[in-house]
């Protein structure tokens, strides 16, 4: 960007093939340039430096096992700091990436050396098997029990009762789940679920609407679109309107 195809080729006459690591080893040989200004100078420079860190970083990441859209997904998020943070803790990418899951995650991190039974391995592991349990099952909600058990079936490892409570805490000190006894939420479903109980809870408690006019607008509506609403039809049409919630069921097209 700014740089035009004029000035590229001046750039190479002057200082050869190989002018981009040239630039990047020694930033003032541009001053050798013919009319290159500081201010482009400075842009270009500046421009190589930050192609250069993503490359190297991308490459990086490849090195891991990671394919690039996922190296890319990842550099997204973290831009400069990704290989500090992949090597704080990689772990943190199970959060923040939707589109990086555990498994390659987890491979990333034995390439790493992070052992089997590292507290973050363990916390990342606990949740993939909440979210897989949660969201295979549609439960809103699981118990104890059943994750201690899918962390044997899908990962064979068994977690003392200790180091799952030491998960648990992290992981809500962290914002990913919610305990409620013995229920285990995930946050987003927790989250989901008080949302929906607050909106039902606030809609029934308002006043009731007035439907002095439903049957004067039924009666438009059905010469408007030559269409014919029976008895119980009308009625849910009425109750609707009167009433600010309402389950109405029935068979499909109800």
Known sequence: PGVGERLAQNIVDTLGDNALNIIL????????????????????????KKFEESHDTIVYLNDLGFNTKEALSIYGEYKSSTIKQTEENIYRFVYDLDDVGFSKVDGAAMRLGVSRDDIRRLEAMTLQVMK???????DSFLDRDRI??????YFGMALDDDVLNSVFDNLT?????????????????????????????NLSNKQMKDNKKVDELLSLMEKTYDITYNDKQKEAVKKAIENNFLIITGGPGT
Do not use: C, H
């Open 132 to 138: 897989k349990l949660t969201y295979q099952n549609g």
């Open 25 to 48: 080893e020694k930033p003032e040989e541009l001053n050798l340039v013919p009319k290159l200004t500081k201010k482009v100078a400075d842009k270009i420079i500046r421009i190589l």
């Open 173 to 201: 000190k962290m914002d990913e789940i919610f305990v409620d006894d013995d229920d285990y939420y995930l946050k987003e479903i927790y989250d989901a679920e008080d949302f929906i109980v607050n909106s039902l809870y």
């Open 148 to 153: 201690k058990n899918g962390i044997r079936s």
